[in-house]
C-alpha cells in the first residue's frame, strides 16, 4: 500500500494501511436460514437457540425465525484441506422438536489444465473463468510448500487463460486446485420444525335423551381414518392421505412408541411386524446413569451379549428403546460389569438399575414398507406408503442400507375405549387434520380435529345419541 501524509496537531506523519484482507478472510453469514412450522408454513415467532456443533462459527438469531452462522471461511475451513464441508447445528425453539440439520459450505473451485504454470510465469489456464474478475485473489494449490495467492490482471473467456499481475512463485501441476475468494453464502435454506407430540384422549358415552341419562361405552372401536398434513391442504380441501383417489400417492400414519434416531429419507424401507423377544433369564442393569445422545453404556454384566445383538432399555414404556451392540469388551468375565458400543445414539436417558433385556430376533418378515416422506431424529409419527403387513402394533426394523438399522415398538393410530369409556390414541404430530371414526355396534360418529399442538393432551368425547 501507498503511503498518505497524515497531519494531527501541527505534526505531519507517513501512514501506510495495512492491506485489507482477502475476502474469503473476512467475517461472512456462511449460512443462511429461516425456521419455519411444518404443518402452517409460516415462520417462527418464538425465540430461537441455534446450537452450532463446530467451533470457531457463530450463529445470529433474526426475526421471524432467521439465522445465519457467522465466521471466516478461508481462515476457519482451509478451502485447499476442505473445499466442500459441513456445520452442523441444531434449532430449538418452545413447543418444537430440536431441529438438527447440516450446513454445506462450498468454495469457489476451479483447477488447472495444461500446459502446467511454472515458476516466474504470469499466466495460466483454467477450466473456466465464468465469475472471475480482474483483481480477484485466487488461491493456488496443492496445499503445503507450494501453495501461493495471486491476483487476477486480465482474463481472455475465449481461451479460459488468466494473467496474474506479477509472476508465480512456485511450479503447479495441471489438476490442482485454484480458489477465487469470491465468497458468497449459499441461498437462504428452509428449515420445517415438527412440533412436540401430543396425544389425543377422550370418553366415549351413550346419551339416552327420553330418560336423560348418559352411559360409558365400553370397547368402542376409535382410528384415525384419514388426515392431511399441511393447513394449506385443509383450506383447500385436498382429498385426505389415506383416500387419495390415486393409490400411488397415499401415505398412511404409523406411531413409534420411541423416537427416529437418525435422519431417514422418503424410500427408506422398514420390514413389517418383526418379533423382538426378550430373555427374561439373562435381565441386565444399568451400572451407570447413561445421557441422551450417549453411544455407550455400562451394564452390570455381558452374558449373552454379541457384537451385532440387540438389547432392550427400561421397560417403561416412556423410556424403552432397543439398541443394537456394536463393541463388547474382550477381558474380565463374564459376569463382571461391562461398557457396550451402541450402532446409535440413545434416544432417552437411562438411570442407574434400569433394566436391559437381551433380544433374540428373529429374521424380518418379507413385507418392507417404504416411508412416503423423510423421517428427522426425534419424530414420533412416520408416513409410510401402505399399512399391510402390519399388526395393529408390534415391532418393527427401519433400514435404508445408509445408517445403523434401528428398531422400534409401533402402533397404529387406533383404539379401543376402556370398561369407563376412556381412550388414549398413541402420540402425534406432523399433521395438521385428523379424521376420526368411533364405532361402537350399529353406531358411528365420525369428527374432523385440528390437533391444538402446545398442549400435552387434546380432549376429544365421543357421544352417541339414542
Known amino acids: 500500500m501507498s503511503a498518505i501524509s497524515v497531519v494531527a496537531n501541527n505534526l505531519e506523519f507517513n501512514f501506510v494501511a495495512d492491506a485489507p484482507p482477502r475476502l474469503g478472510e473476512r467475517w461472512w453469514a456462511m449460512a443462511i436460514a429461516q425456521a419455519r412450522d411444518e404443518i402452517t408454513d409460516e415462520p417462527l415467532q418464538s425465540a430461537l437457540t441455534i446450537i452450532v456443533h463446530r467451533q470457531g462459527v457463530l450463529s445470529k438469531a433474526g426475526a421471524d425465525g432467521t439465522f445465519c452462522l457467522v465466521g471466516r471461511p478461508w481462515l476457519r475451513f482451509p478451502p485447499l484441506l476442505a473445499p466442500v464441508t459441513q456445520i452442523?447445528?441444531?434449532?430449538?425453539?418452545?413447543?418444537?422438536?430440536?431441529?438438527?440439520?447440516?450446513f454445506d459450505v462450498q468454495f469457489d473451485q476451479?483447477?488447472?489444465?495444461?500446459?502446467?504454470?511454472?515458476?516466474?510465469?504470469?499466466?495460466?489456464?483454467?477450466?473456466?473463468?465464468?465469475?472471475?474478475?480482474a483483481g480477484d485473489t485466487l488461491l493456488l494449490g496443492p496445499a503445503g510448500a507450494n501453495r501461493e495467492y495471486a491476483q487476477i490482471a486480465t482474463i481472455n473467456a475465449a481461451t479460459n487463460e488468466v494473467t496474474i499481475a506479477g509472476r508465480l512463485l512456485h511450479n503447479h501441476v495441471v489438476g490442482a486446485f485454484v480458489y477465487s475468494d469470491n465468497f458468497a453464502p449459499a441461498p437462504m435454506v428452509d428449515l420445517h420444525l415438527r412440533h412436540v407430540p401430543l396425544v389425543i384422549n377422550g370418553r366415549v358415552v351413550r346419551r339416552n335423551t327420553a330418560l336423560n341419562t348418559t352411559a360409558p361405552v365400553a370397547a368402542a372401536s376409535i382410528a384415525v381414518t384419514d388426515f392431511w398434513r399441511?393447513?394449506?391442504?385443509?383450506?383447500?380441501?385436498?382429498?385426505?392421505?389415506?383416500?387419495?383417489?390415486?393409490?400411488?400417492?397415499?401415505?398412511?400414519?404409523?406411531?413409534?412408541?420411541?423416537?427416529?434416531?437418525?435422519?431417514r429419507v422418503a424410500g427408506a424401507t422398514f420390514a413389517g411386524?418383526?418379533?423382538?423377544?426378550?430373555?427374561?433369564?439373562?435381565?441386565?442393569?444399568?451400572?451407570a446413569a447413561a445421557d441422551e445422545g450417549s453411544r455407550r453404556v455400562t451394564l452390570s454384566d455381558r452374558i449373552g451379549l454379541a457384537i451385532g445383538g440387540i438389547v432392550q432399555l427400561?421397560?417403561?414404556?416412556?423410556?424403552?428403546?432397543?439398541?443394537?451392540?456394536t463393541g463388547v469388551p474382550a477381558l474380565g468375565g463374564l459376569n463382571e460389569p461391562a461398557r457396550v458400543d451402541l450402532a446409535l445414539p440413545l434416544v432417552y436417558a437411562h438411570e442407574t438399575g434400569a433394566p436391559v433385556e437381551r433380544i433374540n430376533a428373529a429374521a424380518p418378515t418379507p413385507a418392507p414398507r417404504a416411508f412416503k416422506d423423510g423421517a428427522k431424529a426425534g419424530d414420533r409419527t412416520i408416513f409410510v406408503d401402505s399399512p399391510a403387513g402390519l399388526a395393529s402394533q408390534g415391532t418393527l426394523r427401519i433400514t435404508d442400507g445408509v445408517a445403523p438399522d434401528e428398531y422400534h415398538a409401533f402402533a397404529r393410530?387406533?383404539?379401543?375405549?376402556?370398561?369407563?369409556?376412556?381412550?388414549r390414541l398413541p402420540p402425534l404430530h406432523r399433521v395438521a387434520q385428523v379424521h376420526i371414526t368411533a364405532t361402537a355396534g350399529a353406531d358411528v360418529q365420525e369428527a374432523d380435529l385440528q390437533p391444538r399442538y402446545g398442549d400435552a393432551?387434546?380432549?376429544?368425547?365421543?357421544?352417541?345419541?339414542?
Do not use: C, W
Request: aromatic share 6%.
Open 413 to 423: 393410530y387406533e383404539t379401543q375405549s376402556d370398561s369407563d369409556g376412556y381412550f
Open 230 to 263: 399441511t393447513q394449506q391442504a385443509v383450506r383447500t380441501h385436498q382429498p385426505g392421505a389415506m383416500t387419495n383417489v390415486n393409490p400411488a400417492l397415499r401415505s398412511f400414519a404409523i406411531a413409534l412408541a420411541s423416537a427416529v434416531s437418525v435422519e
Open 88 to 102: 452442523e447445528v441444531t434449532v430449538e425453539a418452545q413447543g418444537y422438536l430440536p431441529y438438527r440439520h447440516a
Open 273 to 287: 411386524s418383526m418379533p423382538l423377544p426378550g430373555t427374561p433369564a439373562m435381565v441386565k442393569h444399568v451400572m
Open 457 to 466: 393432551e387434546h380432549r376429544l368425547d365421543i357421544v352417541f345419541v339414542v
Open 314 to 325: 427400561d421397560v417403561d414404556p416412556e423410556r424403552a428403546e432397543f439398541q443394537t451392540i
Open 110 to 133: 476451479r483447477v488447472i489444465v495444461a500446459p502446467a504454470p511454472l515458476s516466474g510465469t504470469s499466466m495460466m489456464k483454467l477450466n473456466a473463468v465464468t465469475g472471475l474478475a
